[in-house]
């Protein structure tokens, strides 16, 4: 069996939005709205949060995605929280559930995982749709054989602050067993979940791919920023702009208000206490990072070997070739 290490041209991202020249494939973090009622099983009394991070599909579909996320950053001060890992749902092993097929009022569907786009509605086979291959080998890399994941029976004590892991979809690129295909233009889809419980933030790196020939790597941002609670402009700190920006908007309505932190539409006493419990916390970055200067280390199997390659090579592959 031929295997080609392909390797790209490194891609600087500078926007929200990773992406390269002619890119097929674009990454957003994007926060989404917790119902109360979740909210409060979850962790009454105390500030939750979700986010995904989604990927658009145009003439390629996603594949492959490297990513770190360390809840607190370099340096902090004054927060704290953890990663929610839902006990009835979360596989620790793998970071993937069931948690889209319950009610969005569920603590459930709520839970952090990473799965494939469309969750890989109705595959062949669950092994076919979903690979874990270990944890990250960029920025800090080389990564190891087991990932980093949040584990449930560690919720309360606040020790879910990292994921670090290297997914994908091992038949991205075989049309024939996948209700998702390359087809798919212009559609996007959540690849990964993060809930954060309590005043918390961090700083996520890494990069994703797709199934097109060139395979490059798409960067997100480097330290793509999960806010702080309370961080409405999003400099970093809890200050008097934040709460000036709630004070000016009490009580008003509608969706996209800046001010609404836990995006219920309306700004209003939660919102405020959510700045007040933050108040002058702030967190530092980690220093910029350095691109290694290759597309996804990928693999490029003989066609009739790539069903049987997979994505499970991917992460073990990759690192061998940049200690080489």
Do not use: C
Request: a negative charge; proline letters at 6%.
């Amino acid at each position: 069996m031929r295997l080609v290490h392909a390797l790209g041209a490194a891609v600087a991202a500078t926007t929200l939005v990773a992406s390269v020249a002619n890119a097929t494939l674009t990454a957003s973090l994007v926060q989404v709205p917790v119902s109360s009622s979740a909210a409060n099983a979850i962790a009454p009394g105390q500030a939750v949060r979700t986010y995904q991070l989604k990927v658009t599909q145009n003439a390629e579909k996603f594949d492959v995605a490297n990513f770190q996320l360390k809840l607190g950053g370099a340096s902090s001060t004054g927060i704290s929280g953890y990663m929610y890992a839902d006990p009835t749902v979360h596989d620790n092993a793998k970071a993937l559930n069931s948690s889209f097929l319950s009610p969005s009022t569920s603590a459930s569907f709520y839970d952090t995982y990473v799965t494939s786009p469309k969750f890989n509605l109705a595959p062949a086979s669950n092994a076919d749709h979903l690979a874990v291959t270990g944890s990250a080998d960029w920025p800090v890399g080389p990564g190891s054989s087991t990932a980093v994941v949040p584990q449930t029976g560690s919720n309360s004590a606040g020790n879910n602050q990292n994921l670090n892991i290297v997914w994908g979809d091992p038949k991205g690129g075989d049309v024939s067993n996948n209700t998702n295909t390359a087809g798919d233009a212009g559609s996007t889809y959540a690849i990964a979940q993060i809930t954060v419980v309590g005043s918390t933030g961090g700083f996520i790196n890494g990069y994703f791919g797709g199934s097109g020939s060139a395979n490059l790597a798409e960067y997100l941002p480097d330290n793509l920023y999960l806010p702080i609670l309370g961080d409405i402009n999003g400099d970093k700190v809890v200050n008097q702009t934040d709460l000036a920006a709630v004070n000016q908007s009490f009580l008003s309505t509608g969706p996209g208000l800046p001010a609404d932190l836990n995006l219920d539409g309306v700004v209003n006493q939660t919102d405020l206490s959510f700045i007040n419990q933050s108040f002058l916390n702030t967190i530092t970055a980690p220093a910029p990072v350095v691109h290694p200067g290759a597309s996804l280390g990928a693999l490029v199997p003989e066609p009739t070997s790539f069903a049987v390659l997979g994505l499970g090579l991917l992460g073990a592959i990759s690192r061998r070739g940049r200690r080489a």
